[in-house]
Structure formats: C-alpha cells, structure tokens
C-alpha cells in the first residue's frame, strides 16, 4: 500500500485545510486510515481515525474542529480541521492498517498555523 497525502500549507489562526490521502496498491487489505501529526521537538501523536464502516476516533486535543472521512470506491481519506490554532502546526501523516495490522505511512504534508 502506497499514501500519498496532500493538501498542506499555510493558513491564519482560526481558518480552515482539508487534508487529503490517497491509497494505491493493495487497497483491499486496508481496514483503518489515520491521521498522525508531529510537531516540532515533540513526539508523533494521534489525531484521528476511521474504519472501513465509517466508525471515527478523535484525539481530545481536536475534538469539534476535525472531521476524517473516507472515500472507499476512491480510496481516499480526508481530514476536515476548522478553526486551527498555531498549536495545530505540525507534520500530518496518513496512515492505514491493514486487516492483518500491518501499518503503512504516506510522506507527511505540513500544516502551519500563524497566530
């Protein structure tokens, strides 16, 4: 399985980014899609997360600003954020586990939020 996320870029305090991740290659396998940030000096923590049923996880730091969504027939997931703040700053990872809990990475799209 191949990620290839998109959408980053730079955005004033309170505005709003749809991310985007699109999977190639053995799809099928894929069970859960997730979204991973890593700040600068800081570890790499959840976001969120969907099953193939459409069933959503939030990390409490973006509860009520995030939405994750997921296309299955295009096999694309989305993350929705809304009313960013400069603590949002950080790398955005996709990432998709498979039904046998293998877990596959896309590159990473930066996300900076001016004050």
């Known amino acids: 399985v191949q990620l290839q996320a998109s959408g980053g870029g730079l955005v004033q305090a309170g505005g709003s980014l749809r991310l985007s991740c699109a999977a190639s290659?053995?799809?099928?396998?894929?069970?859960?899609f997730g979204w991973y940030r890593q700040a600068p000096g800081k570890e790499r923590e959840w976001v969120a997360t969907?099953?193939?049923?459409?069933?959503?996880n939030y990390a409490d730091s973006v509860k009520g600003r995030v939405t994750i969504s997921r296309d299955n027939p295009k096999n694309t997931m989305y993350l929705q954020m809304n009313n960013l703040t400069p603590d949002d700053t950080a790398v955005y990872y996709c990432?998709?586990?498979?039904?046998?809990?293998?877990?596959?990475w896309g590159q990473g799209t930066q996300v900076t939020v001016s004050s």
């Open positions: 969907i099953n193939r049923s459409g069933n959503t």
């Open positions: 990432n998709a586990r498979a039904w046998t809990a293998t877990s596959y």
């Open positions: 290659g053995t799809t099928f396998s894929i069970n859960i």
